[in-house]
């Protein structure tokens, strides 16, 4: 009876082990929250980080859950009050996270030609008379959210900077729509005649939600944006810091992947993000002429 019982218990220890090593360690939290600003719809956005979310899961030995919030300023005071630990931002959003939420980003997005960035691009529908951004005066213009980097704030300084335009004045009506998809999905169904986004979200929603080149006329391309960034928080422990940036490095699932229109993630730090901090000041200056 004794052996039976020592051997029972030596198959539960062996079956027991594998859980203890990978348990996470106990300056960890019991649980990771990642916050996710909203692109598109809540939807869709948390269907596209799924596979990564089931893959920190299974690397971290910790339960993963995803966040979203109505508009970009809603993951930014998650941040801030602790509610999220870290956050898929836009290049703004970030810095202003960085500024109010003590974020720190730690890697960035390379898409799937492997550039570090994307560009802002300003649509109108297909085979509408609307083929330029002085023949759109006097209709209706979306911006996406007041803080996202290529829906609102690279296409307000080009406005207002380049063309010598207020967008207020120029158009019938200044609306923010929410987000990329929101707008993209407007100028389709031809509920607004303009608006800014950019072509990566525009890639993500191919063939699924448009159709580029049969759906939209492109007026406008910005210059290279610095790629969306994930930040944590500062506060975190500094061995989870590390593991979530050796996670995110060596994450290469090819659906995963293919859901988020990425190549991978590389190394970042928060200089690459002074050129975004340097048109929010460019925007301020301009507002006070």
Not at 115 to 131: D, E, M, N, Q, W
Request: hydrophobic share 40%; proline share 5%.
């Amino acid at each position: 009876m004794k052996r039976v019982l020592k051997a029972a218990a030596t198959l539960l220890l062996a079956i027991t082990l594998p859980a203890i090593s990978l348990a996470a360690p106990a300056e960890w939290p019991k649980k990771l929250t990642i916050g996710l600003i909203p692109t598109e719809s809540s939807t869709h956005i948390t269907d596209r980080f799924d596979n990564l979310h089931t893959y920190l899961e299974k690397k971290l030995g910790l339960p993963v859950e995803l966040k979203t919030a109505t508009d970009y300023a809603g993951i930014i005071t998650a941040m801030q009050f602790r509610h999220v630990d870290l956050a898929y931002f836009g290049p703004k959003s970030y810095v202003e996270a960085a500024q109010r939420a003590n974020a720190e980003c730690f890697v960035i997005e390379v898409d799937e030609a492997g550039s570090r960035g994307y560009h802002g691009v300003i649509i109108a529908k297909k085979g509408s008379p609307i083929t330029s951004i002085q023949a759109a005066k006097g209709k209706v213009f979306a911006f996406t959210d007041p803080n996202s980097t290529s829906g609102t704030l690279v296409p307000t300084v080009y406005f207002v900077k380049d063309l010598k335009i207020e967008p207020e004045k120029f158009f019938s009506k200044v609306i923010y729509s929410g987000s990329h998809e929101a707008s993209m999905l407007s100028v389709k169904g031809g509920k607004i005649d303009i608006a800014a986004t950019n072509d990566l979200d525009m890639k993500r929603g191919e063939g699924k939600s448009w159709q580029k080149d049969k759906d939209f006329s492109i007026l406008w391309t910005s210059k290279l944006i610095p790629g969306s960034p994930m930040a944590y928080r500062k506060d975190l422990p500094e061995s989870l810091k590390k593991a979530l940036k050796d996670a995110f490095l060596a994450y290469n699932d090819a659906e995963g992947l293919k859901k988020l229109k990425l190549k991978g993630y590389a190394a970042v730090t928060d200089d690459v993000y002074d050129p975004i901090r340097d048109q929010i000041e460019v925007k301020k200056q301009l507002g006070k002429k």
